[in-house]
């Protein structure tokens, strides 16, 4: 059965501090893997990782893949109160008509 | 402005009585996505459209219908609302699945009560 596994499932962390979230898969056929941030409404875009070993990065996010372990982190250095929400993984799989599967998400909560 | 649009937002609703919530995308993408959301479980697929007049089965599918008609609607519809059936609803958009390199655009999402 394919699945995405995020851990932890909530985190609670000090303005300043560097947090890590981590993200799992086994899927068939693995097209790419997408990151959200959803706070207390539609999850919005953060990154798209296609391939193993290249980082992206925005601003003081940045995420990673490694699709020989099959997981994926994200990074949030010098985390402030606004990334306080939850932050889901999914993945583009399947043959040709692929489709797209969530991971339960990462509660963040940054405290000041 | 590209955007994916849903009505209603907020619905409350008795069993059994059906009802349709409209999702409407002005990007011209060709997929199209619905997804429930509920504490604990995450995002939920309930059904997926490819294009117009293909549609598909998602992880959740028990209890609604989809149609694509038109390439820009991808109406959610619910026959006989149960309990079970309260939660968030997502609707999202991406320009292609076939080659899957595409981020999905979220609708606003559509709050269900059914009572």
Redesign the interface.
């Known amino acids: 059965e394919d699945k995405v596994v995020q851990s932890p499932l909530s985190l609670v962390v000090h303005e300043g501090d560097t947090v890590t979230l981590n993200c799992s898969y086994e899927v068939t056929n693995f097209?790419?893997l997408?990151w959200y941030k959803q706070e207390k409404?539609?999850?919005?875009?953060l990154f798209?990782l296609?391939s193993s070993g290249i980082e992206k990065k925005s601003g003081r996010l940045s995420s990673i893949l490694d699709k020989k372990e099959l997981f994926s982190i994200l990074n949030i250095t010098a985390t402030q109160t606004g990334d306080s929400a939850i932050y889901?993984c999914?993945v583009?799989?399947?043959g040709?008509?692929?489709?797209?599967?969530?991971?339960?998400?990462t509660k963040l909560s940054v405290k000041p | 402005e590209a955007q994916v649009t849903q009505n209603p937002r907020y619905l409350i609703t008795v069993t059994g009585k059906k009802l349709t919530v409209t999702c409407s995308q002005n990007m011209n993408h060709e997929y199209m996505s619905w997804y429930r959301q509920d504490p604990g479980l995450g995002l939920r697929q309930i059904y997926y459209s490819m294009n117009v007049e293909v549609t598909d089965k998602g992880d959740v599918p028990e209890g609604y219908k989809v149609s694509r008609k038109e390439k820009r609607n991808f109406p959610l519809i619910l026959e006989s609302p149960s309990p079970n059936q309260t939660s968030l609803y997502f609707c999202a958009s991406s320009l292609s699945a076939t080659g899957a390199y595409y981020e999905q655009f979220f609708g606003p999402g559509t709050r269900l009560t059914v009572l």
């Open positions: 097209r790419s997408l409404k539609a999850p919005t875009f798209m296609t889901l999914a583009w799989h399947g040709s008509q692929g489709n797209l599967i969530f991971g339960k998400g």
